[in-house]
């Protein structure tokens, strides 16, 4: 999940050089990454209340979640490079093919995937 906001600089230069690269799109390919953006910009609660949950109060904000539940989520704050980025989503590993067919149903189904603050970004070729 990357928490973002239009008025975020640091997230844009985040977007720019450390998630939005060749690199991380084909480690989110290969590990069938659902990619969720949670845009801050009109500092919406239910963002907030995600944030919080993770332990922050600002963004930018990249959260990992493993595929197995049991595993901590693993969170980058603030500026992030690409090789940090790279080095997350190797340590959270592909996405359970079971995970991924949940989150078909409730997609069809007109549920919220993931968290209810995201959704998948149709068509887009980065984590975010």
Known sequence: V???ADWCLTCKSNLKFAINTAEVKELVEQNEVVPLLADWTDK???IKQALSELD???IPLL????A???R????????????TVLE????A?????ENVAVNEDQSSSGAPLGPEFGAIVPGNTTTR
């Open 93 to 97: 590993g592909p996405s359970m093919s």
């Open 63 to 66: 959260a990992i979640y493993p």
């Open 68 to 70: 197995d539940p049991e």
């Open 56 to 58: 922050s109060r600002s």
């Open 44 to 46: 919406n609660d239910t």
């Open 88 to 91: 997350a989503l190797a340590e």
């Open 72 to 83: 901590e989520v693993i969170v980058l704050r603030d500026v992030v490079s690409q090789s």
């Open 2 to 4: 990357d928490f973002t």
